[in-house]
């Protein structure tokens, strides 16, 4: 049902995935996962790019990151170092083919972080990968800095609550869609797939965000979706090593209770 993209590195801190139902009783220790084997298919995306912490698949043509996939940790989120912000910069890995940092000037548009800067506080090497370009959405000022930074807010709480959680994020486009700079595309949608691994014997659980690109002051929870709706929308198949009984259930849910989600 859903196609691999196998790539060979970027691990970071989380725990061991294997196919539901033989996943074994994981505990909240800090031991490294392959990031791609949680990795989404590509259907805008052209081009991944592997990074330490954070895996991305960057679309040219659209000069936006197609998803991004990363782990957040909780004694990461805990543990904090004075890491200062940098500058917006190329990726290295990509170093021509995003959208440049005035592409976005007086375009009435945020560089948008879809990895959040804050989740990548933990060192430098970190934070730095978070600014690059390839990281960088169009998103509106009040979407940007309200409800968007509202749910990033929630999600670093998810991860003290659950100790360790993958994170894919991306943007949703359509053919209406404006541009801003150099034909840089401007999403109608963000969504955001908060996925954990089966613990004590529990199934893995997932929360899904879809919310349009504009200024909201509704609650969080009017914004829940699922993963099919967002499969649907994109074209993208998400946890490609999971059984099809479990991923057909996982990608249905909306269940809050599992995640105590306020």
Not at 34 to 59: A, N, Q, R, W
Not at 119 to 135: G, I, L, P, T, V
Request: net charge negative; aromatic share 12%; charged share 25%.
């Amino acid at each position: 049902m859903i196609y691999l993209l196998f790539v060979l590195s970027a691990l970071v801190g989380c725990n061991q995935f294997q196919s539901v139902p033989e996943l074994p009783e994981t505990s909240e220790t800090d031991t490294l996962i392959d990031l791609s084997k949680f990795m989404p298919s590509s259907v805008l995306g052209d081009t991944i790019l592997k990074h330490e912490y954070i895996i991305i698949s960057y679309s040219i043509k659209y000069k936006n990151p197609e998803w991004t996939i990363y782990c957040l940790n909780k004694d990461k989120n805990n543990t904090r170092e004075s890491v200062r912000r940098t500058n917006f910069h190329p990726d290295p890995s990509l170093p021509d083919g995003t959208a440049k940092t005035w592409d976005y000037g007086s375009s009435g548009y945020d560089r948008g972080h879809l990895v959040p800067a804050e989740d990548m506080n933990f060192n430098e090497s970190a934070m730095n990968q978070s600014f690059y370009m390839s990281n960088i959405s169009p998103q509106l000022p009040d979407f940007n800095r309200g409800i968007w930074k509202k749910l990033e807010n929630s999600v670093r709480k998810l991860a003290n609550e659950n100790g360790q959680i993958i994170v894919i994020t991306g943007p949703v486009f359509s053919s209406a869609d404006s541009t801003i700079g150099d034909s840089i595309r401007v999403p109608n949608h963000f969504y955001k797939i908060i996925y954990k691994e089966a613990m004590k014997g529990k199934k893995p659980k997932a929360l899904t965000f879809l919310i349009p690109n504009e200024k909201s002051d509704k609650p969080l929870k009017d914004y829940i979706s699922t993963i099919r709706i967002v499969e649907t929308l994109t074209g993208l198949n998400f946890f490609p090593n999971m059984d099809t009984t479990f991923s057909e259930e996982l990608e249905n849910s909306k269940e809050l209770s599992y995640w105590n989600f306020n």
